[in-house]
């Protein structure tokens, strides 16, 4: 009787272990698939937690982060989309959007970017469309070489929204932020346009094509009025 049980275990455990192979070979062989997903984040991270990428909805969308450390990012509060990290958990570029239609027509976004090192955005493909007008193109500009300076803009943060966009504003034309330097795209009155700027900003050359069919080249001047035309 003793050796009928023991030949019996042996049996068992052979043929569990060819269940659990066989389970592993034909699970190998056919993946399991998923039809649908319903999740309000995705954090993508290294082995050692470094993020580098986050997809989130609009409710769950995250801040600026600089390190791996998150800072309040007042202008994301409409939108979803994607992040990009660089190797030291720091934003470098990403994909968002948003629309809605409204009492005066539909506001949407959509705008694709990559970042320098440490700084904002200085190359993005973008569209917008508010109160019936509408752009599109792609935009490149130049940033300090220094890093976004974040504990300034939090400064502001206590202050009133007209003051801290007061004084957003003044930092911009000081050239805290660096300075857009091309736009090739469609403008909102319509026009296709190419413009060309100098190292703080100003456009200097413009090749533009209205609706109708006019074409010019605008040379301006450093105040931005139109010095000299070429064209219709």
């Not at 976004?109 to 993005?124: C, I, K, N, R």
């Not at 003044?170 to 932020?177: E, I, L, T, V, Y």
Request: aromatic letters at 6%; hydrophobic letters at 40%; proline letters at 4%.
């Amino acid at each position: 009787m003793r050796f009928d049980a023991t030949r019996a275990l042996i049996l068992y455990a052979g043929g569990l272990t060819l269940a659990v192979g066989w389970a592993l070979v034909t699970g190998a062989a056919a993946p399991r698939t998923l039809d649908t997903l319903d999740i309000g984040r995705i954090n993508l991270r290294e082995r050692d937690g470094t993020i580098r990428m986050v997809i989130a909805a609009r409710d769950r969308f995250p801040g600026l982060v600089i390190r791996g450390r998150e800072h309040p990012h007042p202008a994301r509060t409409d939108s979803a989309g994607m992040l990009f990290y660089n190797d030291e958990g720091s934003e470098n570029g990403g994909l968002i959007f948003g629309g809605r239609g409204g009492t005066h027509g539909p506001a949407a976004f959509g705008h694709l970017s990559f970042d320098q090192y440490e700084q904002d955005q200085v190359v993005a493909l973008e569209q917008s469309e508010a109160g019936g007008r509408r752009s599109a193109g792609l935009r490149v500009a130049d940033r300090p070489d220094a890093a976004l300076d974040v504990a300034a803009i939090r400064r502001l943060d206590p202050l009133p929204a007209a003051a801290r966009d007061a004084a957003i504003a003044r930092m911009k034309a000081n050239g805290a932020f660096g300075h857009d330097r091309a736009f090739f795209g469609k403008d909102r009155d319509g026009d296709a346009r190419l413009d060309l700027h100098d190292g703080r900003g100003r456009p200097r050359l413009r090749l533009r094509v209205t609706r109708a069919g006019d074409a010019r080249i605008e040379f301006l001047d450093d105040a931005g009025r139109v010095a000299k035309t070429v064209g219709a």
